[in-house]
């Protein structure tokens, strides 16, 4: 920290572009796509926590995942949006710093309890009479307390590494947000040990839950196409292939934005490359459960029955 220090005391983030109105144009739509992703993501974690009927291990996971799409939305988008209302450009080092570990974090967070959900449908499916002991409560908490804190420390130790380098080439971050690749592109120190860190972690860490994952939903087609009820092979195809759909959406979006190679300068294709891995994956996810959930939207009926039943009480308790 301290050749930090001595070097540069804040960053310059990559505009939106160079025309002010479209500033302010992509700042507005970028801001409602969050907006409604948030929205999303809070609407299921109230029903599933207002509706008894689903207070199932299944949907404390997604309630979960939930929660974290609507962090991890919450750490880039709103900064950028109001910067760019704003005409600021600048980070400071600490906020820069705390926006990669919360990203880092939350991105962790999101691919292992995408990982945990996997192996719940698969003692669902495959081991069902195991299932209310294997996936009791507490199991789920403890599993749930573990990736938060397992998270916490892959990000102290990326967010640690990154911040020990010195910045004394350029200030300049070509995105429109605080991410490790783009800071060790400016950074004038040997970057070859953080680089090894990032493949070890992404070897160890994503190369085994892909690994966990795809043995998981291996078993499970195979128990599944073994029903001898149509009707219970769709059932059980339609609790898996919303999951699917988000696993191949975030670990798509996530391995483009770090794999594709980066340009020296700023380009509107880096913002594009960057919201399909911040924004799109937790605005969809809502829209994946919700759309495909049979439940979710009874209880979405439900409640929304009950706040018309309550507030026509309300007006006649008024009117009388």
Known sequence: MSNLNNSITGFLLMEFSDIR?????????????????LMG?????????????????????????????????????????????????????????????????M????????????????VAICHPLLYPVIMKPRACMHMTLTCLFTGLLYAGLHTGLTFQLSFCQSNVIHQFFCDIPSLLKISCSEIFFNLVSILVSVLVVGAGCFAFIIVSYIRIFST?????????QKKAFSTCIPHIIVV?????????????????????????????????????????????????????????????????????????
């Not at 109105?21 to 992703?37: N, P, R, T, V, W």
């Not at 009927?53 to 988008?77: E, G, K, Q, W």
């Not at 599944?224 to 219970?232: A, G, N, S």
């Not at 490359?273 to 605005?283: E, G, L």
């Open 224 to 232: 599944v196409l073994r029903f001898p009820v149509k009707e219970d």
């Open 107 to 122: 991105a962790y967070v999101e691919y292992t309890l995408l990982t945990v959900m996997a192996h719940d449908r698969y």
């Open 41 to 105: 993501n809070l609407l299921i974690v109230i029903i599933t926590t207002m509706d008894r009927r689903l207070h199932t291990p299944m949907y404390f996971f997604i309630r979960n995942l939930s929660i974290v799409d609507a962090c991890f939305i919450s750490i880039t988008v709103p900064p950028a949006s109001i910067n760019a209302l704003v005409n600021n450009r600048i980070i400071s080092v600490p906020g820069c710093a705390t926006q990669i570990f919360l990203l880092v974090w």
């Open 248 to 320: 191949s959406l975030f670990l798509i979006s996530t391995s483009y934005m770090h794999l594709q190679p980066s340009s020296d300068s700023g380009s509107i294709k880096d913002i594009i490359v960057s919201i399909f891995y911040s924004i799109i994956p937790p605005f969809l996810n809502p829209i994946l459960y919700s759309l495909r959930n049979k439940q979710i939207k009874e209880a979405v009926r439900l409640v929304m029955k009950r706040k018309l039943f309550f507030n026509k009480k309300a007006q006649i308790v008024i009117l009388s």
């Open 21 to 37: 109105e479209l500033q302010i144009l992509y700042s507005l739509l970028f801001f409602f796509i969050y907006s409604a992703g």
